[in-house]
């Protein structure tokens, strides 16, 4: 916590079987009337989730209930560090913000939807019911989020999803196994490496340093960058990594530089995180059985320079993309992927409005994912609750406060009066986060290109809640 959240236990009491803890938290008072007492409040939930909240003294009778992303523990706290600032800017304007830690670290989706709506309860228990709650997600929060705008009479009355997994986490594991399919197969020929079913960090770990000494050799040569650049493809890998822009349309070399060094941060963090959710949902969700990769590199918006690399290195990308279809065998654990589609899968019957928020090079939740909710959505008939916003810049969640706080006041004027009008374009957007004095604020009109990984198993009684031209079976 911060100094301005330190402070004695006040009180204690126990309302809903819930232990709740509050305190006053008194600013000094040469710095009252920039940042005003705040009440801190906490407690744990019946399934050991903890919770915390902070109210300010000129509460505004709205919640912001934050929902944080993927944490791979043990630590497990119920406030978010990574959150302070932009709770501070939304406590000084007098929206009380409450998280909670969900009752396990990792891939938390079996309860996640649950603890963050019996953190609501308790707080409206503690502090009052708000007239107001908008629910704020990060990353896997977003996911979450977006899930909590499906239920029915939830006491949420809108959502902010910002960096959201919101393709749903069974298409979270076919798009990172279509890379590592890609880069196994063609950068290892012939040798027998699990790509599937990690259960523990030494399996994962194995598979870890087999594809990263491969990755690295293949950047050495024109053959091999013009397969990373193929691989990087189906793993939707952004073609701008740093800098103030991205690299020209056509600078193919220049993608493929950042696509590589995407891939380094990328595979440790992928293959090593995926051991959480294959124990979560007691198996693996992840199939590449009956896939067509030449029809997946068809759709992909990076297939020009793909096959520009391919002619310059003097190899035929056909013949790899044959090669990655006839080796696609990978089914799924069937019971893991009802579990995956049950908990971890966006439907799209949105009963609140939601507005999202994304980079445009986001390694870890592609930013073709909000092609692939809005389709969702939009099949659902939800579509006029939905709006979509990005910002021009490199990063998973990398966005500013002012972006953040602009985004939840949108979503309360959204509230107010029924309706999107031009709230969420990004000129708006621009002009009411520079308004806020917290920062910058690089909105910008984008559309982002198809996500190519999507497909339905068939053989199973799950599904992918797939869309298109169905490159699975």
């Known amino acids: ?93 007098g929206f009380a913000v409450a998280s909670s830690s969900y009752a396990s670290a990792g891939w938390a989706l079996g309860t996640a939807v649950d603890d963050q709506l019996g953190t609501l309860a308790a707080f409206s228990a503690a502090a009052g019911e708000p007239d107001r709650t908008i629910a704020f997600g990060t990353s896997m929060g977003g996911l979450v989020s977006s899930l909590i705008a499906e239920v029915p009479n939830s006491g949420v009355d809108g959502v902010v999803s910002t960096c959201g997994l919101l393709g749903g986490g069974i298409n979270l594991n076919n798009y990172q196994l279509d890379g590592i399919h890609a880069l196994a197969e063609l950068l290892l020929p012939g040798q027998e490496l699990q790509l599937t079913g990690f259960r523990t960090g030494a399996e994962a770990g194995v598979t870890i340093n087999a594809l990263m000494g491969a990755v690295q050799q293949a950047q050495t040569t024109p053959e091999g960058r ?79 320079q793909v096959e520009a690399l391919y002619r310059s290195a003097g190899l035929d990308v056909r013949g790899d993309l044959r090669t990655l279809t006839t080796t696609a065998d990978i089914t799924p654990d069937t019971d893991a992927l009802g579990w995956m589609d049950r908990t971890s899968t966006p439907h799209g019957n949105l009963q609140v409005p939601v507005l999202t928020m994304h980079t445009l090079a986001d390694i870890l939740a592609p930013v073709e994912y909000l092609e692939e909710y809005e389709e969702t959505v939009r099949e659902a008939g939800s579509n006029a609750l939905l709006r979509q916003s990005y910002v021009e810049r490199t990063g998973h969640c990398t966005f500013t406060d002012a972006e953040r706080t602009a985004a939840v006041l949108a979503m309360d004027e959204r509230l107010d009066t029924g309706r999107w009008a031009n709230l969420a374009e990004p000129k708006q957007l621009d002009r009411r986060a520079e308004s806020l004095g917290l920062g910058g604020a690089d909105f910008i009109k984008y559309r982002p290109a198809e996500f190519v990984n999507d497909r339905t198993y068939t053989a199973g009684h799950g599904h992918g809640n797939g869309h298109g031209s169905g490159k699975g079976s």
């Open 1 to 93: 916590m911060t100094q301005r959240r330190t402070g004695e236990t006040m009180h204690r009491l126990k309302t809903l079987g819930l232990t709740v803890s509050l305190a006053l938290i008194a600013a000094p008072a040469t710095a009252m009337a920039a940042e005003p007492a705040v009440t801190e409040l906490g407690g744990t939930l019946a399934n050991g989730a903890t919770w915390a909240a902070e109210v300010p003294a000129d509460w505004n009778g709205k919640l912001v209930l934050y929902s944080h992303g993927f944490r791979p523990g043990p630590d497990n706290p119920a406030w978010d560090q990574g959150f302070d600032s932009t709770a501070q800017a939304l406590t000084d304007r």
């Open 226 to 304: 013009a397969r990373l650049a193929l691989a990087a493809a189906f793993m939707n890998t952004p073609t701008w990594f740093s800098g103030s822009t991205a690299p020209g349309h056509k600078d193919y070399a220049a993608q493929q530089v950042a696509q590589y060094n995407w891939l380094l941060q990328t595979i440790p963090f992928v293959v090593g995180s995926r051991s959480s959710i294959v124990n979560a949902a007691d198996g693996d969700s992840g199939w590449n059985a009956g896939v067509d990769y030449r029809a997946l590199l068809q759709d992909s918006a990076q297939r020009q």
